[in-house]
């Protein structure tokens, strides 16, 4: 239910990184400030999305969704995602409002048998959700000021140059530190190492297939493979829409239960 | 315990067999596809009863087909058609097609079913529906006070989801959106009835059952009553006579928050039981007599107000729901056994023989069979508020949900107890947990009804299991019981059950 957050997780990403290559002589905490700054500079999205969940034993299940998303110049952000597929979900669709003046979203279901939409707690961010391998927590918006940067190295990786930063929280809630791999030449992100709260290798994320949407670098193939328990979901990105002029009538309830 | 149906697997495969026809089928649809969105599934459902005593069913199959059709930007048409092969129903002899608008017993097998089927027009500032529909009103789970629009098919009981059981109607909706407040308005023209299960099937009520026998504490002995279920007597088709619903919705800080009003009749059954006494002379010499009873179980309609109100917030991990309702001019159904009693009284048997010798001598000895009609006032209408809560809780991949709710007559008469309330009290709580698996393949269930006022409970585990996103197995157990056998859900203690469900999706 929270899959646009994956959707959006990716345009953070894909941005987030963006100036590092210009950057070299920023400290890591100023790169990723910056980054931040440029995280959002899409006013509106929509994209189709394909989710793979695959088992230990290669079984694939595969999810189909469209995405919207919506900044406004306040900080705020409005998502909707309607399930397309499976048939026993088709229309089922998961609204989302952030604020930077609250601390929680505020979120809605609708699931199309009951006909009735309804208000949920954002719940347990460091939870898998709907049985991916991401975290309510690795969906969302991250706060820079809550973790610490350190610009480890550079490192050749699959024949692209990186950057190695490491994100380390001020106050652990989900992970010890995550480590990200960003291409020094076009400054997208490669790599991403996730370590528990216990300090052990958990899982690691790549982004590939990065396509440029008006102006914005896009990757549209991630993929989250979780070392531990030898699961992975794989997301593939397509038409992908930035500012068409996303009409806020979208993100309403209105349109959950019309599902168009 | 004892295995009744033996085509329970087979029927299980025989779903499975048919689902790759089914896929060649879709596959031939695929311009009409462009057009139409079409989806469904197919089940099967089989169960295996736990108790002698309950009426035998067979498997039941299911075959649902959803189309919706987008009608350019102004709208949308949607239609949702099930047919259905119903294990439950015993000697169909309706001999119709489809599921009637007009019927409590529709004792039809198999049938067609219109579950709903509507145009949809939208507009810049609002959206109107018109056809067969269900609404959807309230925040709490399965028991809505203010849903009112749509009746329910309780032919399983109530055991079934809320969104089974429901019966679309032919009506209006029209719903008005303004940046102060959401106006929703529903406006069905004539009352459509709940349905039942016919009175010898597995999940006829028993409450609703006519008395072996009416006790006389006389010398006649107890009289052997014969159960008539009548069907229902509807209304006019007047303007008066049709249901009308308004909800005013709006989103504050926070809280959804709805108030709501309707005005039609209720959703429940209540029900008279006019009896026909037959005393027939058998010897006129030694003047023996025989008396009998022909019990006709009556539905009844009553139109009531209801006001209402709902909301739901979030607080730190919770989801909080409720839900109050205030009916005005319910009616309530008294206990049959209790109403047959007090008006089989000495005095009233004594007059009834008098009438009778009468009668008998007046004819000149010829009218030696006699009808008399007992019609004692089975309803009471009583103003009655129902409310409740709900705490939701989602923590990953667990989700437990648990509500209170109650109804409360102020004027509840203890001299006259009816069905389904104790003392002007009838308090549920109820439970569900979920919790999933194997990257949610696999789903583990547990729901829970209890009531304080007649001890009676529901316990409902089950299992679903994905094998692909096509095809889905369910394995639940039901378990019923209680203090008080004519209690709602007591009332079905021999209904124990496991049940298997095979479901295909397309």
Redesign the interface.
């Known amino acids: 239910m929270k899959y646009y957050r994956v959707l959006m997780a990716v345009f953070v990403l894909s941005v987030m990184f963006w100036p590092l290559a210009n950057a070299e002589e920023l400290s890591a905490y100023q790169i990723a400030k910056k980054s931040e700054d440029l995280m959002n500079q899409a006013r509106d999205t929509q994209a189709e999305m394909s989710m793979i969940l695959v088992n230990k034993k290669g079984d694939t299940r595969q999810r189909k969704l469209m995405s919207y998303g919506k900044n406004y110049d306040n900080g705020a952000q409005k998502a909707l995602i309607v399930f397309e597929s499976p048939a026993d979900v088709k229309g089922t669709s998961f609204l989302s409002w952030s604020s930077p003046d609250k601390d929680e979203d505020e979120q809605w279901l609708y699931l199309p048998a009951l006909q009735r939409v309804r208000q949920i707690s954002t719940g347990g961010k460091g939870e898998s959700f709907m049985g991916t391998e991401f975290t309510f927590y690795d969906m969302g918006n991250r706060n820079l000021e809550d973790e610490n940067f350190t610009l480890l190295k550079e490192e050749e990786i699959e024949g692209e140059t990186c950057y190695v930063i490491e994100a380390v929280p001020k106050e652990m809630k989900y992970y010890s530190k995550v480590i990200t791999w960003i291409r020094k030449d076009s400054s997208m992100p490669l790599k991403m190492d996730f370590y528990d709260k216990k300090g052990k290798y958990l899982k690691q994320g790549m982004f590939g297939s990065i396509q440029t949407i008006k102006g914005i670098k896009t990757p549209t193939h991630i993929e989250m493979h979780n070392v531990q328990n030898g699961r992975k979901t794989i997301i593939e990105l397509s038409n992908i829409q930035y500012d068409t002029g996303l009409n806020d009538d979208i993100f309403t309830q209105r349109y959950m239960k019309r599902g168009r | 315990m004892k295995i009744r149906h033996a085509l329970t697997i087979p029927a299980l495969l025989a779903s499975l067999a048919i689902a790759p026809t089914a896929v060649a089928a879709g596959e031939g649809f695929d311009k009409l596809k462009e057009a139409v969105s079409i989806?469904?599934?197919l089940e099967s459902n089989g169960i295996y009863a736990l108790e002698d005593s309950s009426p035998d069913e067979d498997p039941s199959y299911m075959f649902e087909l959803r189309l919706k059709s987008?009608l350019g930007s102004w709208g949308?048409f949607t239609a949702i058609v099930q047919g259905i092969d119903d294990g439950k129903v015993i000697d169909a002899d309706n001999g119709r097609l489809i599921n009637e608008f007009d019927a409590i017993y529709q004792d039809k097998n198999p049938f067609l079913n219109i579950d709903e089927a509507y145009l949809?027009i939208?507009t810049d500032n609002a959206?109107f529906r018109i056809g067969i529909q269900?609404?959807?009103w309230g925040?709490l789970d399965e028991i809505n006070p203010t849903d009112n629009l749509n009746t329910e098919d309780l032919t399983q009981a109530s055991l079934n989801?809320?969104?089974e059981r429901k019966i679309g109607v032919p009506a209006l909706k029209a719903?008005v959106?303004t940046d102060l407040i959401?106006i929703e308005l529903g406006w069905v023209p004539r009352y459509v009835p709940y349905r039942l299960a016919t009175s010898e099937e597995r999940w006829f009520p028993p409450v609703l059952r006519a008395p072996d026998t009416i006790p006389t504490g006389t010398m006649i002995g107890d009289i052997p009553v014969t159960g008539i279920y009548e069907e229902i007597d509807l209304p006019a088709f007047t303007l008066d006579n049709s249901e009308l619903g308004i909800r005013a919705s709006r989103?504050i800080a926070?809280w959804?928050l709805s108030v709501s009003y309707f005005r039609g009749y209720d959703t429940m059954p209540v029900y008279t039981v006019p009896t026909e006494l037959i005393i027939n002379l058998e010897n006129i010499l030694s003047f023996d007599t025989a008396v009998d009873a022909l019990a006709h179980v009556t539905p009844k309609l009553h139109q009531m107000q209801v006001f209402g109100c709902d909301f739901?917030?979030?607080?730190?991990?919770?989801?909080i729901?409720g839900e109050y309702a205030y009916f005005d001019g319910k009616y309530y159904t008294r206990k049959t056994e209790d109403v047959l009693a007090d008006e089989i009284t000495l005095a009233k048997q004594q007059d009834i023989m008098e009438e009778f010798l009468r009668e008998l001598i007046r004819s000149g000895f010829t009218k030696t069979r006699q009808t008399f009609l007992l019609e004692p006032d089975f309803e009471l209408q009583m103003d009655s508020m129902k409310y409740g809560i709900g705490l939701?809780?989602?923590?990953?991949?667990t989700t437990l949900s648990g509500q209170l709710i109650q109804e409360y007559i102020p004027d509840y008469d203890s001299h006259k107890p009816i069905r389904f309330n104790d003392g002007g009290y009838d308090t549920i709580i109820t439970l569900a947990l979920k919790q999933?698996f194997?990257?949610?393949?696999m789903e583990a269930n547990l729901d829970m009804i209890y009531n304080f006022n007649f001890k009676y409970y529901l316990v409902r585990p089950w299992l679903a299991y994905?094998f692909?996103?096509?095809i889905?197995a369910t394995l639940g157990l039901i378990w019923l019981g209680g203090e008080d056998e004519y209690s709602l859900i007591g009332q079905y203690e021999d209904n124990d059950q496991v049940y298997a469900k095979l479901?295909y999706?397309?």
């Open positions: 989806n469904g599934y987008e949308m949809d939208y959206d269900k609404f959807a925040r989801e809320e969104s719903n959106y959401n989103y926070g959804d739901s917030t979030t607080y730190g991990p919770f989801t729901r939701d809780y989602i923590h990953g991949d999933y194997l990257q949610n393949t994905n692909s996103d096509s889905k479901r999706s397309f």
